[in-house]
Nanobody, 123 residues
């Protein structure tokens, strides 16, 4: 069982930056692939980024590539999402998720989810 708690959301102007954190409970954090997803108002939740267990490999949605960076610190049981050059269309609730299997873009394959943190980007 893994419990995930996101933090770091808030209100920022377009072009600004935010850093999200997701703290995981349990001693097996390093055995999970970690992903970030987001849900904009009135839209379905979508994939943002994922990172492999050791942190060596990452993958991003085209919409955030070059602006967002996912990373993790297995000694602290934390996964991060650094968001730069934010746009109004980045507004939404951001969720971190853990998967015991291989990396995947499919949110249905993730086993554990946090409660989400709100990110609002004003124009």
């Amino acid at each position: 069982q893994v419990q995930l708690v996101e933090s770091g959301g808030g209100l920022v102007q377009a072009g600004g930056s935010l850093s999200l954190s997701c703290a995981a409970s349990g001693r097996t954090f390093s055995s999970y692939v970690m992903g970030w997803f987001r849900q904009a108002p009135g839209k379905e939740r979508e994939f943002v980024a994922h990172i492999t267990r050791g942190g060596a490999n990452t993958y991003y949605a085209d919409s955030v590539k070059g602006r967002f960076t996912i990373s993790r610190d297995n000694s602290k049981n934390v996964v991060y999402l650094q968001m730069n050059s934010l746009k109004p269309e980045d507004t939404g609730v951001y969720y971190c998720a853990a998967r015991g299997g291989a990396v995947s873009l499919r949110q249905s394959l993730y086993d554990y989810w946090g409660q989400g943190t709100q990110v609002t980007v004003s124009s």
